[in-house]
């Protein structure tokens, strides 16, 4: 049995239940269980790897990590946001990197975001997480700091 995976918060802001989120997708738990984030607007906001590992994929608006060797953890930065096209986002890591959980991988600015009408809302994903192997470790409508605990992934 793999030790508890401690997923750090990848931005500052609001946690919210996963339920939500206002896309089907992530509210529904399709891709795996998690927390969202709705970030801060102060500025240009550095997105952070919430663990340790290996960049398997890694888009402008969305990365995952694999820690491990076996579990996935999926950032999305905001909703619909795959439609800008990269777009006010800057990478500062390549797929098939290697990560410490704090270290910068992309930079972009939620409400910038949000004047363009998508919600900036950042889901945190255990991909493939079997129902009840997290754990939030911040109640919703709290809020967090980059960096620190967000969620344990038995």
């Known amino acids: 049995m793999p030790l508890p995976l401690i997923v750090l918060a990848p931005v500052t802001g609001t946690v ?41 994929k890694l888009h402008p608006h969305a990365f995952v990590i694999v820690a491990d060797g076996t579990r996935g953890v999926l950032v999305h930065l ?38 363009g009408g998508r919600s900036p809302v950042c889901p945190i994903v255990a991909l493939e997480g079997k129902p009840g192997s997290v754990v939030g ?6 809020d967090v700091r980059a960096g620190e605990p967000l969620l344990e992934w038995a």
């Open 16 to 56: 919210q239940a996963m339920a939500d989120v206002p896309d089907p997708v992530f509210a529904g738990e399709i891709v795996g269980p998690g927390l969202a984030i709705d970030p801060s607007r102060e500025g240009v906001v550095e997105a952070i790897a919430p663990v340790a590992g290996k960049i398997l």
């Open 78 to 115: 905001g909703l619909d946001t795959v439609q800008l096209d990269g777009a006010g986002f800057t990478l500062h890591v390549a797929e098939g990197d290697t990560v410490a959980a704090g270290d910068v991988v992309v930079s972009w600015n939620p409400a910038e975001i949000e004047s």
């Open 137 to 142: 470790l911040v109640e919703p409508g709290a």
